[in-house]
T-cell receptor, first 120, second 111 residues
Framework: GAVVSQHPSWVICKSGTSVKIECRSLDFQATTMFWYRQFPKQSLMLMATSNEGSKATYEQGVEKDKFLINHASLTLSTLTVTSAHPEDSSFYIC????????????????FGPGTRLTVL | AQTVTQSQPEMSVQEAETVTLSCTYDTSESNYYLFWYKQPPSRQMILVIRQEAYKQQNATENRFSVNFQKAAKSFSLKISDSQLGDTAMYFCAFTYDKVIFGPGTSLSVIP
């Protein structure tokens, strides 16, 4: 099946620094990638949707200048948390939706294993 | 706007018994997909079962089956012969373009 990786799996940083999280589709072309944020014992909240080669679409309430998303290729999307603060500490999950024979497959997204961010 | 509701924050079931998790959703779309995802303590999201809205037949995957009532906008998950490994958070999700998740149900399987 389709595999999505995330790197790093966990990161600790100081307040005010920036952190980059990578999301890669390993065996398929991901035309669309999604970034989620999950607080303990809560559901996944969609932060933004990124399409390869286009600017990301952010959900209401998500600061686009703070959470920079780049989807430069069909296998890589990055999320950069700029000037991180303790309240940005969370579990960040990416997912990818692929293309089969030129048709976007809507019936499944493939999830990465997540990245735990702790801001001190 | 699409919304997904799961009215049972926590549930428990005895090993080998059957449990049903509830999910309702709201949408004005007519063609969409519904999913149940499992999130074990590792936090890796695992697809349990999917249902296409235009298909009337309920989806089944081994011990997992759904009861899809399109008119009522209801999509419940039945787990038969519950196993200890089924202990996890279960999220109902809806997708038309992007995926919208419900708040989740924490399921504990008791030995």
């Amino acid at each position: 099946g389709a595999v999505v990786s995330q790197h790093p799996s966990w990161v600790i940083c100081k307040s005010g620094t920036s952190v980059k999280i990578e999301c890669r589709s390993l065996d398929f072309q991901a035309t669309t990638m999604f970034w989620y944020r999950q607080f303990p014992k809560q559901s996944l909240m969609l932060m933004a949707t990124s399409n390869e080669g286009s600017k990301a679409t952010y959900e209401q309430g998500v600061e686009k200048d703070k959470f920079l998303i780049n989807h430069a290729s069909l296998t890589l999307s990055t999320l950069t948390v700029t000037s991180a603060h303790p309240e940005d500490s969370s579990f960040y999950i990416c997912s990818a939706r692929g293309e089969l024979a030129g048709v976007i497959v809507y019936n499944e997204q493939f999830f990465g294993p997540g990245t735990r961010l702790t801001v001190l | 706007a699409q919304t997904v509701t799961q009215s049972q924050p926590e549930m428990s079931v005895q090993e080998a018994e059957t449990v049903t998790l509830s999910c309702t959703y709201d949408t004005s779309e007519s063609n969409y997909y519904l999913f149940w995802y499992k999130q074990p303590p590792s936090r890796q999201m695992i697809l349990v079962i999917r249902q296409e809205a235009y298909k009337q037949q309920n989806a089944t995957e081994n011990r997992f089956s759904v009861n899809f009532q399109k008119a009522a906008k209801s999509f419940s998950l039945k787990i038969s012969d519950s196993q200890l490994g089924d202990t996890a958070m279960y999220f109902c999700a809806f997708t038309y373009d992007k995926v919208i998740f419900g708040p989740g149900t924490s399921l504990s399987v008791i030995p």
